[in-house]
């Protein structure tokens, strides 16, 4: 009796050690399952794949960021990312009194009275402060500088460089002759960049859009981006060119062969704390100008010939100006396309590459409008290739 009790013990213990066994290959099998169904894709057809570099366990799926990439493409990458650093406040929450405020900072002209020339660097120092008058102690502030002289029609841009300090300079080229002024623009503050940062990195979907599929009587209304929330299948659109990443949620009852539209679905709303909201205010903290500490004007004489001086093009910070309403070039090349003519010569035969969305309509807009119809139709048009990328 007792050897009959004692091998029924043995055979259980082995029967549950048999059950957990089971019960914790079970529980890999399905954690390696739900790692793979996150970056598994829906395939459209066309039989493309990426290899992943690493499993994702973010709340969102970005190809981009696991896409297998070469050596140089990995080093060009690094040099962007480097040259795009951005330093900000040191606490990731700052009371809005203690942000930058520009009604409460100023600049100075620092060598408005010398006699400037034409070609000479002018520098501005600025100083910021917060809502209570106090010096700010950290940079990051996004700024924009420029002089300018209405009654010419005169403009050009300046170079901002962050002392990390709370102090800015900015560099100027003085371009032409006569009285300049100066302008400086809070366009956010270094708190209100740190919460667009932050949206950045958590909400990369925060502008959706959306695709029709349809096929017969059935439609189907996806949302598309270039990073979606996990959520399986998906369809895969990336241009295998270019490798740019496009996905769509696939419909339910369609496949992805039958998406057949594209369109702007909208924005995230309520994204902001009430806290945070208040870095983003019109007229408080956004474009607003910052005034100046003593003369925001100078008076530019006319280029004189220095010894040793070869044109002052060594000290050329701004890569062109507005003179008289019309762009001139800081580069070697300074041509000029007065008539549809010239225009649509020296456009034949050319690869014109453009940029960004609102930059693409301007140049559609005045192309169309200054070429004339028989030059845009038969000319313009037919031997000129425009590579458009657009920036959402």
């Not at 020296?346 to 005045?366: A, M, N, P």
Request: aromatic share 10%.
């Amino acid at each position: 009796m007792r050897c009959s009790f004692f091998k029924f013990q043995i055979c259980s213990v082995i029967i549950t050690a048999l059950v957990i066994l089971v019960l914790v290959n079970n529980l890999n099998q399905v954690e390696h399952l739900d790692q793979r169904t996150d970056l598994i894709l829906s395939q459209t057809g066309q039989g493309d794949k990426f290899e992943q570099s690493h499993l994702s366990t973010k709340k969102y799926y970005c190809d981009y960021q696991q896409q297998l990439i070469s050596r140089a493409e990995h080093k060009e990458q690094q040099y962007l990312l480097q040259s795009l650093q951005w330093i900000g406040p040191p606490h990731k929450k700052i009371h809005f009194l203690k942000s930058t405020a520009a009604a409460q900072s100023c600049f100075v002209i620092l060598n408005s009275r010398n006699n400037l020339n034409v070609g000479d660097v002018m520098e501005v120092l600025v100083r910021m402060q917060d809502f209570e008058g106090n010096p700010k102690r950290y940079g990051g502030d996004y700024l924009q500088a420029k002089i300018h002289s209405p009654s010419l029609k005169a403009g050009a841009v300046g170079k901002v460089v962050d002392h990390q300090n709370g102090f800015y300079s900015v560099f100027f080229t003085l371009l032409w002759p006569g009285s300049v002024t100066v302008s400086v623009v809070l366009v956010h503050p270094s708190e209100g960049v740190q919460v667009l940062q932050h949206l950045r990195e958590d909400k990369p979907d925060r502008v959706y859009f959306k695709s029709l599929f349809r096929s017969g009587t059935i439609s189907e209304t996806t949302i598309c981006n270039v990073c979606l929330p996990k959520k399986l299948p998906l369809c895969n659109y990336t241009d295998l060119l270019t490798g740019e990443p496009w996905f769509c949620y696939k419909p339910e009852r369609l496949s992805c062969v039958n998406r057949i539209n594209h369109a702007k679905g909208g924005y995230l709303k309520n994204l902001l704390t009430f806290e945070e909201s208040l870095f983003f205010q019109s007229g408080v903290n956004i474009k607003v100008p910052i005034l100046a500490s003593g003369p925001d004007t100078v008076i530019v004489h006319p280029w004189i010939m220095k010894d040793k001086d070869v044109v002052n093009g060594s000290k050329l910070l701004s890569c062109g100006h507005y003179y008289q309403d019309t762009w001139i070039s800081g580069k070697s090349y300074k041509r000029q396309f007065n008539n549809p003519t010239d225009i649509t010569n020296c456009l034949q035969g050319k690869v014109v590459h453009l940029f960004g969305d609102s930059t693409i309509r301007q140049w559609f807009e005045y192309l169309t409008s200054f070429v004339s119809e028989p030059y845009n139709q038969s000319k313009l048009i037919p031997r000129t290739r425009l590579h458009c990328l657009f920036s959402t």
